[in-house]
């Protein structure tokens, strides 16, 4: 299954399906990105991050992709789990804005 | 040890109350922030310190003032409290000013208006 992010869409798909969490970001100048998951009533927490040096990075059974021309991130989950079930959040950093800016979110439901 | 602890984790109050919330980290970080996500998971900076040094300040009602005793605590106090204040209130903490790293946050702390 594939989801657009910015609007808190819900994406539901079967265990052990792949999953793609999808971000379009807004500033061409930001040169670090992260996805976070936030599950129900806990803090978000890091999952993995990509420095715009580089189109691809892979961790545990997650990848991220980036697309610097069309200003685009996405997030494979390979073989989801129950315990992959959380909102999914992607965050860009402008460097010289000395922050995180955070997008709306994508809600993964994974049905067992 | 929880490396980003924040209490209280519920804070229900009457609308015109003054409560605070506290943060701190045990990282050894050097900048701190505070953020505010509403009821549809939107995360927004209010706030950073760097070092017991305020950095950003966003556009945010001046009942709001953060407090930073030292690098390792980042308090938020709140002034006469509003309906529309509340959410959840996350504190989290980088490696240093420039958010190159991430950040670790805490569990946050849902604010109740009554």
């Known amino acids: 299954g594939e989801s657009v992010g910015l609007h808190l869409p819900t994406l539901s798909v079967q265990e052990g399906d792949n999953s793609i969490i999808n971000c379009a970001y807004s500033?061409?100048?930001?040169?670090?990105f992260i996805w976070y998951k936030q599950e129900s009533g806990k803090g978000p927490q890091f999952i993995i991050d990509?420095?715009?040096?580089?189109d691809k990075r892979q961790g545990q059974r997650v990848t991220v992709l980036l697309n610097k021309t069309v200003k685009h991130l996405s997030l494979q989950i390979a073989a989801t789990q129950p315990g992959d079930s959380a909102v999914y959040f992607c965050?860009?950093?402008?460097?010289?804005?000395?922050?995180?800016?955070f997008g709306k979110g994508t809600l993964l439901t994974v049905n067992p | 040890d929880t490396a980003v602890s924040q209490t209280p984790k519920y804070l229900v109050t009457q609308m015109g109350n003054d409560k605070s919330i506290k943060c701190e980290q045990n990282l050894g970080h050097d900048t701190m922030y505070w953020y505010k996500q509403d009821s549809k998971k939107f995360l927004k900076i209010m706030f950073s310190y760097n070092n017991k040094e305020l950095i950003i300040n966003e556009t945010v009602p001046n009942r709001f003032s953060p407090k930073s005793p030292d690098k390792a605590h980042l308090n938020l106090h709140i002034n006469s409290l509003e309906l529309g204040d509340s959410a959840v209130y996350f504190c989290?903490?980088?490696?240093?000013?420039?958010?190159?790293?991430?950040?670790?946050f805490g569990s946050g702390t849902r604010l109740t208006v009554v």
């Open positions: 990509i420095r715009s040096n580089m």
């Open positions: 989290a903490s980088s490696q240093d000013v420039s958010a190159n790293y991430g950040y670790t």
């Open positions: 965050a860009e950093n402008a460097g010289s804005n000395y922050k995180l800016t």
């Open positions: 500033n061409s100048a930001s040169d670090y």
